[in-house]
Nanobody, 113 residues
Framework: VQLQASGGGSVQAGGSLRLSCVAPGITLSFFAVGWYRQAPGKQHEAISCMSESFETTSYADSVKGRFTISRDNAKNTVTLQMNSLKPEDTAVYYC???????WGQGTQVTVSS
């Protein structure tokens, strides 16, 4: 069973996007959940994570202060609000549990300068 990300698109630098993650068949409240991204030719990069109890969040230095992770266990969803986007944020974005399971559907984010 895989998590599915959506909400990507093409924006200009400085713009915002809100990504959503759904998990059919998985009760996300049992897991810490993270957002990851993969730029062309690079490995997956962990950019944000939230514990199952909402108590702990973490962000990569590259997105700290610009991205916000949130979750709604009642709706079984996780979101990533991305503000002040930069061209270097261009990548395919994925959500996944912690520990990782197989990668599901990602969503493309393209930021133009």
């Amino acid at each position: 069973v895989q998590l599915q990300a959506s909400g990507g698109g093409s924006v200009q630098a400085g713009g915002s996007l809100r990504l959503s993650c759904v998990a059919p068949g998985i009760t996300l409240s049992f897991f810490a959940v993270g957002w990851y991204r993969q730029a062309p030719g690079k490995q997956h990069e962990a950019i944000s994570c939230m514990s199952e109890s909402f108590e702990t969040t973490s962000y990569a230095d590259s997105v700290k202060g610009r991205f916000t992770i949130s979750r709604d266990n009642a709706k079984n969803t996780v979101t990533l609000q991305m503000n002040s986007l930069k061209p270097e944020d261009t990548a395919v974005y994925y959500c996944n549990t912690v520990p990782l399971r197989s990668w599901g559907q990602g969503t493309q984010v393209t930021v133009s300068s």
